[in-house]
């Protein structure tokens, strides 16, 4: 069965660095999200894409934060300069139609760790 | 902002119960969801419900929808140790997910 990537599974960096998140949703899919988890608690919207524009975001989802989908295949997040409180783990998503019957697949996600 | 609540947050059960799994919220959704996750892994989805009141069943797990689309159970009968996990329900928003805290279950053998 296709499958949503995520690289690397593993992110550790530095107060203040920037990181790049990345994706590979599932080739015909249209739709693409960002997630996040914080270590024991509820996964958490942060973003939607499509049509190469961001359909909506959350308040998680400050100036810090970009999306990109610089070629057919790949979606990336990007964190401009990090902060303690975004260690968690990042999930992207994909889908091939929106609406109430939507399958989304997610990735393993990456465990950003900021220290 | 929509919110769902699932209770209970923790469950330890003995191989061969049953179990219920509640997922509840004020607001009105026009689908659930629910989702399974392993340690280190994205959630699965399992089961998806539209119709207020519909009742899904896939194999020993029963899921149902609420008449009035804001809550969802999910029943599972003679729960085995690989029913083990994170359970996850979902509410469809405008253009996201909506997720519960989700409830850690674990089946004894």
């Known amino acids: 069965e296709p499958e949503v990537t995520q690289t690397p599974s593993h992110q550790v960096t530095q107060m203040g660095q920037e990181v790049i998140l990345r994706c590979v949703p599932i080739?015909?899919?249209?739709?693409f999200y960002w997630y996040r988890q914080i270590l024991g608690q509820k996964v958490e919207f942060l973003v939607s894409?499509?049509?190469?524009?961001?359909?909506?975001k959350s308040e998680i989802f400050d100036d810090q934060f970009s999306v990109e989908r610089p070629d057919g295949s790949n979606f990336t997040l990007k964190i401009r300069s990090t902060k303690l409180e975004d260690s968690a783990m990042y999930f992207c998503?994909?889908?091939?139609?929106?609406?109430?019957?939507?399958?989304?697949?997610f990735g393993s996600g990456t465990q950003l760790s900021v220290l | 902002t929509q919110l769902l609540e699932q209770s209970p947050q923790f469950l330890s059960i003995q191989e061969g119960e049953n179990l219920t799994v509640y997922c509840n919220s004020s607001?009105?959704?026009?689908?659930l969801q629910w989702y399974r996750q392993e340690p280190g892994e994205g959630p699965v989805l399992l089961v998806t419900?539209?119709?207020?009141?519909e009742v899904k069943k896939l194999k020993r797990l029963t899921f149902q929808f609420g008449d009035a689309r804001k809550d969802s159970s999910l029943h599972i009968t003679a729960a085995q140790p690989g029913d083990t996990g994170l359970y996850l329900c979902?509410?469809?928003?405008?253009?996201?997910?909506?997720f519960g805290q989700g409830t850690r279950l674990t089946i004894n053998p």
């Open positions: 998503a994909s889908t091939v139609d929106q609406g109430a019957n939507e399958k989304l697949f």
């Open positions: 080739s015909n899919h249209l739709y």
């Open positions: 894409f499509y049509n190469n524009e961001i359909s909506e």
């Open positions: 607001s009105v959704f026009s689908s």
């Open positions: 419900v539209v119709t207020g009141g």
């Open positions: 979902a509410g469809r928003g405008a253009q996201k997910l909506v």
